[in-house]
């Protein structure tokens, strides 16, 4: 058995050498063919996280810990083997699909710059594999012309072409962020259907962040809650969503629709989604106990003493263990 | 599209005839009469009177108005009082100095700014960007006749390399009548150069900010290569609004540099028209400058359709 495809062992990102940490300890593990769902509200470290793997951190931030891609260790490598990596074996779909593409470059340029890039093909044999993307990704020649400009197109559109762009070199890792938050309920589900087919289909390993988590349930096998830069909770999805077990997992679900019925009771008053009260903490007044305690409902002494490590809640055995960092988990069950 | 030009040569014909216009009515209210300008303080009436018949000064306005722009279309652009030759006749060979010396300033001015920008914003904070940037602050500030000294003295007396004033003409060859404009074309490409560099600089950083760039870096770009192939590009649209609207100042700095440097061009054929008071000459040439101008502005209006196929006429959906 080789290394894995993608290793993330403590990783960690601090604003400058011993600065702020953006990021605490992340740590997972991830297979060609498997689907991660990375979620959490803004704030969180999800994007952070994904532009960590990329090697596109801004300058000022600082990469330690363990983060290896198919047994290299991605923050020693030097610039031009990162290069040659991004795009060709990670590649990333943006969460705007209107600011995302460029507008003065055609659809068609785009998708085949990667593959003259990486593949060093022809102008012609490049456009000719774009062609096919397009095809692919549900946007048919002769009416989508690889001559079209990305403000000729949809938003659900556009970010089909930017899944043509992530797919064109087949790359072994999908990051997608946020693919669909920017487009309309009906599309979301035709990209994630998308998404999930290209999955399928190149056999690459895929990280989704979002933050919906009807997204994540319909799309990934296994899931990661961040929280405040780290991991509270992590699980196969069936078992994370049967047995929410970090007050802030749970909190997120009432949060989001997909955790209420939103049937109103002849009658009764109308349903309301719970908010969680607070805000995410500032990454440089990160309390040195439970990050969550301050906006936490089941708070307890200790809460505000230790900070807590993620831990295995089941007796073990699964193929992926269901870990929640929480001192006090609760046990099993949806938010009241 | 073909209608989008029509429709813009149309209007780009009324913005001229509104330019003839104004040229026209500013040349009436000039004080003084032309034609006793001519004839100096101890003319005769008679003299006088005979003058201002020939010249049409008696018509009413309108009429002189018409006489004078009816011709525009047949390369008609009146009579120079003082040399009594047709302005067209003035104006060919002059054209053949005052031409070349405007693109060949346009083309270090466009050759210079562009790099230097693109090159300040990818180095944005750093000491390349500051460097450039001070540099391109003098260049801001420096006139473009203290420049035509400065280079007339250091290249043309000092270094010996080029002439320093005067125009061989074209007929031995185009390096003798490039040799005398460089100069010239430095003195008057290098300030605009200086404000366009300082525009590309702002545009790039603005383009670098934005989110196709990140792709373009996921996609396995490097930052070189999404500077040039990403950036750049888009950064263009508010380099070519500049380049036009600095192609006036262009013309304008002809008049004087052509005189620093004692070019036979159609700056200098303006200055002396106005200090004889030639207002026929002067009008017309203002005139036609003007046309050039919006003629100018006409073809950048079109360049943006092709740099940003956004606002191409009928792109849209």
């Known amino acids: 058995m080789s290394a894995p495809l993608l290793e993330l062992d403590g990783l960690t990102v601090a604003l400058g050498t011993g600065g702020v940490e953006l990021l605490s300890g992340l740590s997972l593990v991830l297979e060609r063919g498997e689907r991660l769902g990375l979620v959490g509200e803004s704030g969180s470290g999800k994007s952070l996280t994904a532009l960590a793997i990329m090697g596109l951190l801004p300058e000022q931030m600082r990469v330690s810990g363990g983060l290896r891609f198919a047994g290299d260790d991605l923050p020693a490598l030097p610039e031009e083997r990162m290069r040659r990596l991004r795009g060709r074996r990670i590649a990333m779909i943006f969460q705007e699909p209107m600011t995302a593409l460029n507008p003065v470059m055609s659809i068609g340029a785009q998708i085949a710059e990667g593959r003259r890039l990486h593949l060093g093909e022809s102008r012609a044999e490049a456009e000719a594999v774009a062609r096919r993307l397009l095809d692919r990704v549900g946007l048919p020649g002769p009416r989508f012309d690889l001559g079209l400009y990305p403000h000729q197109l949809s938003g659900g559109q556009r970010q089909r072409v930017m899944i043509a762009m992530a797919a064109a070199c087949g790359p072994d890792l999908l990051i997608a962020d946020e693919p669909t938050t920017a487009l309309d309920v009906t599309v979301q589900a035709q990209i994630l259907d998308l998404l999930d087919e290209i999955v399928e289909e190149t056999g690459a390993a895929l990280l989704l962040i979002t933050h919906d988590l009807g997204v994540v349930s319909e799309t990934a096998d296994r899931i990661a809650v961040m929280y405040a830069g780290r991991i509270v909770e992590t699980g196969a999805t069936e078992e994370v969503f049967a047995r929410m077990a970090h007050p802030y997992s749970q909190g997120l679900f009432a949060a989001s629709p997909y955790g209420l019925d939103l049937r109103r009771a002849p009658g009764g008053p109308r349903p309301r989604l719970k908010a969680i009260p607070g805000m995410v903490p500032d990454p440089a007044r990160r309390p040195a106990h439970c990050v969550f305690a301050e906006r936490c409902g089941f708070v307890q002494p200790d809460c505000l003493r230790i900070s807590p490590r993620l831990a295995p809640l089941d007796s073990g055995g699964a193929r992926w263990p269901h870990l929640a960092a929480c001192l006090h988990p609760r046990a099993g069950g949806l938010a009241p | ?317």
Not at chain 2, 17 to 32: C, D, E, R, W
Not at chain 2, 187 to 215: C, K, Q, Y
């Open chain 2, 1 to 317: 599209m073909t209608s989008y030009v029509l429709g813009r040569l149309f209007a780009l014909l009324l913005t001229t005839l509104a330019a003839s216009l104004i040229v026209f009515l500013l040349m009436q209210i000039l004080p003084g009469d032309p034609a006793a300008v001519m004839l100096g303080v101890n003319a005769q009436p008679e003299t006088l009177a005979a003058l201002r018949t020939k010249l049409g000064l008696d018509q009413p306005l309108w009429t002189r108005y018409l006489d004078w722009i009816g011709g525009f279309p047949f390369g008609d652009f009146g009579v120079s009082h003082t040399y009594s030759t047709p302005i067209s006749q003035l104006l060919a060979p002059r054209i053949m100095v005052t031409l070349p010396l405007a693109l060949l300033s346009m083309a270090i001015s466009v050759g210079v700014a562009l790099p230097v920008g693109v090159y300040a914003a990818s180095r944005r904070g750093k000491p390349g960007d500051f460097l450039s940037m001070g540099a391109a602050q003098i260049g801001v500030a420096i006139p473009n006749f203290w420049l035509g000294l400065l280079l007339i003295l250091f290249f043309a007396l000092h270094l010996r390399w080029l002439p320093a004033s005067g125009f061989a003409g074209w007929e031995d060859g185009l390096w003798r009548g490039l040799r005398s404009l460089i100069l010239p074309a430095l003195a008057l490409g290098l300030p605009l150069a200086a404000i366009l560099a300082r525009v590309t600089r702002s545009a790039v950083i603005e383009a670098l900010g934005e989110d196709f760039i990140r792709t373009a870096r996921a996609k396995g770009l490097t930052s070189r290569a999404a500077l040039w192939r990403h950036a750049t590009p888009n950064a263009l649209i508010p380099v070519a609004t500049i380049v036009g609207m600095q192609f006036s100042f262009l013309l304008a700095g002809t008049i004087i540099i052509e005189n620093v440097f004692n070019l036979p061009g159609v700056g200098r054929l303006i200055f002396q028209s106005i200090a004889q008071r030639d207002l026929v000459t002067v009008q017309s040439l203002v005139t036609l400058l003007a046309a050039c101008v919006i003629f100018v502005n006409f073809l950048v209006d079109l360049a943006y359709g092709w740099l940003d196929p956004r606002l191409a006429a009928g792109g849209g959906r």
